[in-house]
């Protein structure tokens, strides 16, 4: 879209701005601005956001180097009309547009509005809006209010604003947000805008930037401006930055092809984001609940209540004080180990101080399973519940739970932002949810992630100590975990094509089905999983078992609930998918075997997962897990290990049954 | 930071445009029916999965709207403005998706893909009659949708192919009403709602052969009311044939 470009004259500087509904602004300054002047034509959003943090740098550059040290060059010229033509052309110059903004038009169209000329005004623009002030005012409140926390683009903002805001015609929604603007409760800027840089903290860049900056003089002292630009919503660099001719703007301009699923973000598109410039945090005073009755309270086993003492005391400390990275906690709790009890005492401390909490998930049937449990616990609660094509999607409760994807809607929201199974697909790897997840955590607020399996450079962090961690080594049966044993096998490749299952395997098989349990049968690829179901259906008599029994399930198939269900209610007995169900399925009864486990597609932390769906209930948590492979490799080694140490460390703290 | 020394030796892996999978090697053994070699060339970035899932149309039943399938449209038809058109796909679930991943969502890559999805069409056209266009020009979009869009995808696809082919391009038509959806109407309002839709910008570009490209055919009432547009703007010289250029059937 296209704005007007803007220059305000207060008593002594100037200020640029750009506005999206000009009526409102040419309205709001009359009295307070000394002079005003603006560009005559529209700019492209994109181009005016540029200016205005040029101009702004220029200006306060000048006004600190005349009261502080008193350079000899004026910086500032006295002429704001000046300074706004230079930046303008300066901008579009380094844009380097193929379609470049005419300048000399852009000069010739200033339009002087000094107080003298008030009644050249458009009268009657200034009346309708006038008329509708106060009108406008209150839905410019609604607004801010709504918007809060939030970071949206146009299209959402205005959706979200006709769905709280009783409908009524006469105020325009841009108007609204432009008026919420300029009393600084809302920022509005370009979705895809020069990234701001951060001046290096430490290490070699710090100490070359400030001897750069101790040895030159003039305009080389001032800091590094990034001409980089980045989507201002999910932080995707350069890389993931695509120009294209835009009618909308009539330049090349920028969007994000990082974050397109969620709307088209764009350089001359509008992005509301709901924190004010500057937050003052208010002191939250409450006295600290004692943790262990805490923990008490929700019925948790001694191990996660220890680990609960241990989040919640880390949550306490670190409250209120803004910390960049030391804000996270690890609590790393093995399958099974009941992780959602323990999040219960987290989300209250936080919530009984009137704060918000987001439980995030990548997965969406987790979202959906997760959501009666926490509406059961937290009745007194607001609750909003986000995914894709969920409904309440503009509400803004104390307690959210959404897919990891919603969370680029947000900035600066919540105190405590819990992230569910924090290695499993799409979050991990996916470096535009990781920032999504770091942007809508508060300043003063912290952030505990969740992982039966943490990924390598956390666990090593959370073993240096650099990342404060609870483990939670023990079920919550209290059980060890059942250890990998092993089957030398050849490789499912092999098997479909000799078409025969060898004994060592169908006798592990047999095991499993004399003893009633169900099995899962994990291969690495999809297009595997249907020859070697009807490889076991034809030995289904050996296994004593029906053949309608052995079903398969894969991504690619469209009955995979239906499947997953009538396994749950035992009508299929053996179960063969693919890692598509390494979590979230939880049966009662049940071994597993994992073929192929040397595949490179099975890293430990997957192996970890498909062993954790073993053992899972109390009445019989000793089921059993076989890694088929012809090789032992590292990542099978690493899941043995990192099973053995978790039993190990359960049986250092005395978390472990004592067998009778 | 962690360095991976082992990814600057790595070969470069592509990523599909449409599905972002990595390309695999069954990909090379599918055919591309294309001739020209830059849009071949693209076709060649996708994997083998979404290559093998095109329906192109190789033989037309309809020798008219260069269906596929035998088609009552053309029969019913008494008069016609355009001279013939070609598409190159069949309008099914896949090519549906493709069109609402560029089209709706934006992604903007896929702009090349379906531009040498196009050229395929055009070839068959060539095929079809003889050769000897001149222009080359697009349906247009309201200027309210093309705000709200970005982009006119006819006229970047006909962007696309005119330059791969050296034909001139140049914008002929005007859409003077914002209309519904087209894809939400029935057919006999489709047929009258177009009517007075269009308008020929006024240039002296006007060639005997123009062929007119847009994204998709569905009954033919905007081709066919394009063409009307084009041929009264051009009365005073000979008459004007209009060739339509599409790139799905449905």
Redesign the interface.
């Known amino acids: 879209m296209k704005v007007v470009l803007y220059v305000v004259k207060f008593e002594k500087d100037y200020e640029a701005f750009f506005s999206v509904a000009w009526e409102v602004d040419e309205v709001y300054w009359k009295n307070t601005a000394c002079r005003m002047f603006r560009l005559s034509e529209q700019v492209p959003l994109g181009i005016a956001v540029s200016v205005c943090q040029y101009l702004k740098e220029q200006w306060t550059k000048g006004r600190s180097d005349i009261g502080g040290e008193k350079r000899t060059e004026p910086h500032s010229t006295s002429d704001g009309v000046e300074d706004l033509r230079k930046a303008v052309h300066l901008v579009c110059g380094k844009l380097g547009a193929p379609i470049p903004l005419r300048v000399e038009h852009v000069a010739l169209g200033i339009n002087e509005h000094s107080r003298g000329m008030e009644k050249m005004w458009s009268r009657e623009g200034v009346r309708h809006i006038r008329g509708n002030s106060r009108h406008l005012e209150e839905v410019a409140r609604l607004a801010s209010v709504h918007l809060a926390g939030r970071s949206l683009l146009r299209e959402e903002a205005v959706q979200l604003l006709s769905d709280v805001i009783p409908a009524d015609d006469s105020a325009s929604p841009l108007a609204a947000l432009q008026l919420a603007a300029l009393s600084g409760a809302l920022q509005l800027t370009a979705a895809v805008a020069p990234k701001p840089v951060a001046p290096p903290q430490r290490g070699f860049r710090y100490w070359a930037e400030r001897l750069r900056l101790a040895r030159l003089r003039g305009p080389a002292t001032s800091p590094r401006r990034s001409q980089e630009l980045a989507c201002r919503r999910c932080g995707s660099g350069q890389d993931k930055l695509r120009r294209t001719p835009c009618a909308a703007c009539g330049q090349a301009c920028a969007y994000c092809e990082a974050c397109l699923t969620m709307g088209r973000s764009r350089e001359c598109e509008l992005l509301i984001i709901g924190v004010p410039l500057n937050t003052t945090s208010q002191p939250t005073q409450s006295a600290t609940p004692t943790p262990e009755e805490l923990t008490k309270r929700w019925g948790l086993s001694p191990a996660q209540s220890d680990a609960a003492v241990t989040a919640l005391s880390f949550l306490n400390e670190s409250r209120g004080n803004i910390r960049q990275e030391s804000s996270s906690f690890l609590l790393w709790a093995v399958t099974g180990a009941g992780k959602t009890e323990m999040i219960f005492p987290l989300l209250e401390a936080v919530l009984s101080r009137g704060g918000r909490a987001l439980v995030a998930t990548p997965r969406r049937d987790v979202v959906l399973e997760l959501a009666p449990r926490l509406a059961k616990a937290f009745p007194h609660y607001e609750r909003t519940v986000l995914y894709g094509g969920s409904l309440d999607r503009w509400e803004n409760g104390a307690l959210t739970l959404a897919t990891t994807h919603q969370l680029i809607r947000f900035q600066e929201a919540f105190d405590l932002v819990l992230i569910d199974e924090l290695d499993a697909f799409p979050y991990h790897n996916d470096p535009v949810l990781h920032y999504a997840a770091d942007k809508c955590r508060k300043k003063t607020g912290s952030t505990v992630l969740l992982s039966a399996t943490p990924p390598q450079h956390m666990q090593r962090a959370a073993s240096r100590r650099r990342l404060p961690c609870a483990r939670v080594p023990v079920r919550y049966h209290r059980h060890p975990l059942p250890v990998p044993q092993r089957l030398v096998i050849p490789t499912v490749s092999e098997l479909l094509r000799k078409s025969t299952i060898p004994a060592k395997l169908l006798k592990a098989l047999q095991h499993s089905v004399q003893r009633g349990a169900q099995i899962f049968l994990f291969v690495p690829y999809v297009r595997q999983v249907e020859p070697f179901v009807k490889l076991l259906q034809r030995c289904a008599k050996s296994l004593s078992i029906q053949p309608e029994t052995i079903a398969g399930t894969s991504s690619k198939d469209s009955n995979r609930t239906d499947k997953v269900s009538s396994f749950r209610d035992h009508s299929i007995s053996l179960l063969v998918t693919t890692t598509i169900l390494e979590r979230g399925v939880t049966i009662p009864k049940s071994d597993v075997f994992i073929l192929d486990a040397h595949n490179a597609l099975f890293d430990s932390a997957s192996l970890v997962q498909m062993a954790g769906r073993a053992g899972r209930s109390a009445n019989d948590p000793f089921g059993f897990v076989f890694f088929g492979a012809p090789v032992w490799t590292k990542s099978q080694r690493g899941s043995v290990r990192q099973i053995r140490s978790m039993n190990s460390l359960a049986s250092k703290h005395g978390y472990l049954k004592k067998k009778d | 930071m962690r360095v991976n020394i082992n990814s600057w030796f790595a070969s470069v892996k592509s990523a599909c445009p449409i599905c972002g999978r990595g390309s695999s090697q069954g990909s090379q053994s599918i055919p591309i029916p294309i001739k020209h070699p830059a849009p071949r060339q693209v076709m060649a970035t996708l994997c083998g999965s979404c290559r093998q899932a095109i329906p192109w149309i190789a033989y037309p039943t309809c020798r008219i709207c260069g269906r596929a399938e035998r088609c009552e449209d053309c029969i019913r038809r008494q008069v016609r403005h355009f001279s013939i058109s070609r598409c190159a796909v069949g309008y099914d679930k896949p090519m549906k998706d493709w069109l609402a991943l560029y089209k709706y ?5 896929l ?1 090349l893909v379906l531009a040498a999805m196009l050229a395929f069409a055009y070839e068959r056209l060539c095929e079809a009659i003889q050769p000897d266009f001149h222009a080359i020009t697009s349906v247009p979009l309201a200027p309210e949708r ?7 995808q006819a006229e970047r696809l006909a962007i696309r192919l005119a330059n791969w082919y050296g034909l001139s391009y140049s914008p002929m038509l005007e859409r003077l009403r914002h209309t519904e959806k087209q894809s939400l109407k029935t057919r006999r309002s489709r047929v009258v709602d177009m009517r007075g839709n269009f308008a020929a910008v006024s240039t002296a570009l006007f060639s005997p052969t123009i062929i007119l490209v847009d994204d998709i055919y569905t009954t033919g009432s905007t081709l066919d009311e394009c063409a009307r547009v084009l041929q009264q703007a051009n009365q005073i010289e000979a008459k004007t044939t209009v060739y339509g250029l599409l790139w799905a059937r449905s």
């Open positions: 969502r934006g992604n903007e890559q702009e093309l705000l709200d869009r970005g982009f006119n």
